[in-house]
């Protein structure tokens, strides 16, 4: 399920940049999806630094990467890592990014599940606050 409402990541983008330029673009977003959504490998977030970046080179508008990453932690976490891309270390809530230059060398498995991570995670805090109040699950 994607939201088409104000609460997309790809609306927030285009609201926080026409913000930031106090300028209204007057476009019309449509996304389309190849990864599952809330499967937690961020494809809303790259959605949104996709959204910055394309805007920015529609309009040619000319901010450069930092600015971008600037307006891009204000709209969640993960958008200023996709802005650069690449293999980084985040540090803080995302505003801090630095690059790593070695090459690693491993073979990735990727796993995503059926249930969204926000649902996993939300399953596991009740079973947790059971747990804890529940003589069931001792």
């Given at each position: 399920?994607i939201?088409?409402?104000?609460?997309n990541?790809?609306?927030k983008?285009?609201?926080?940049?026409?913000h930031?330029?106090?300028?209204?673009?007057?476009?019309?977003?449509?996304?389309?999806?190849?990864?599952?959504?809330?499967?937690?490998?961020?494809?809303?977030s790259?959605?949104?630094?996709?959204?910055?970046?394309?805007?920015?080179?529609l309009?040619?508008?000319?901010?450069?990467?930092?600015?971008?990453?600037?307006?891009?932690?204000?709209?969640?976490?993960?958008?200023?890592?996709?802005?650069?891309?690449?293999?980084?270390?985040?540090?803080?809530?995302?505003?801090?990014?630095?690059?790593?230059?070695?090459?690693?060398?491993?073979?990735?498995?990727?796993?995503?599940?059926?249930?969204?991570?926000?649902?996993?995670i939300s399953?596991?805090?009740?079973?947790?606050?059971?747990?804890?109040?529940d003589?069931?699950?001792?």
């Amino acid at each position: 399920w994607i939201p088409i409402d104000n609460s997309n990541i790809c609306y927030k983008a285009y609201s926080a940049l026409c913000h930031e330029l106090n300028q209204d673009f007057g476009v019309k977003i449509s996304l389309e999806k190849r990864i599952p959504v809330g499967s937690g490998i961020g494809g809303g977030s790259a959605n949104a630094a996709a959204t910055l970046i394309g805007l920015n080179l529609l309009y040619n508008l000319g901010l450069n990467d930092k600015k971008l990453e600037s307006i891009a932690v204000n709209i969640g976490a993960d958008v200023p890592f996709f802005i650069r891309g690449g293999t980084q270390i985040g540090q803080e809530t995302g505003g801090k990014l630095s690059p790593i230059n070695k090459k690693f060398e491993a073979a990735i498995l990727l796993v995503i599940p059926r249930l969204s991570i926000i649902f996993c995670i939300s399953v596991i805090r009740i079973m947790h606050v059971y747990h804890k109040n529940d003589s069931i699950f001792r």
